[in-house]
């Protein structure tokens, strides 16, 4: 039912950015916050944003903060990731996700290079 398509990964150097994006359908997206989430091997996952409904409630995870920025365009369905002075301790896969869902996508792969 759900489908969540990440995209624009990819490899960077420290100090540099990124522009993640999630395409989602199989629900009514508008009426629904959605997260941006990190998984690096060994460690658990990290949620690295939030952003509501209507986009006027955003946290971040305090490792991201002032560094990322979640926005969300819900006439296309999308959620954004915008990543600046990226540091190799951001090499993960990023996810996103609504908050009721159990399945997730693939992800996309950002590594940052020292």
């Known amino acids: 039912q759900v489908q969540l398509v990440e995209s624009g990964g990819g490899l960077v150097q420290s100090g540099g950015s990124l522009r993640l994006s999630c395409a989602a359908s199989?629900?009514?997206?508008?009426?629904?916050?959605m997260r941006w989430y990190r998984q690096t091997p060994g460690k658990e996952r990290e949620r690295v944003a939030h952003i509501s409904s209507g986009g006027g409630t955003i946290i971040y995870a305090d490792s991201v903060k002032g560094r990322f920025a979640v926005s969300r365009d819900n006439a296309k369905n999308t959620v954004y990731l915008q990543m600046n002075s990226l540091k190799p301790e951001d090499t993960a896969v990023y996810y996103c996700n609504a908050p009721f869902n159990d399945y997730w996508g693939q992800g996309t792969q950002v590594t940052v290079s020292s």
């Open positions: 199989g629900f009514t997206f508008s009426r629904y916050a």
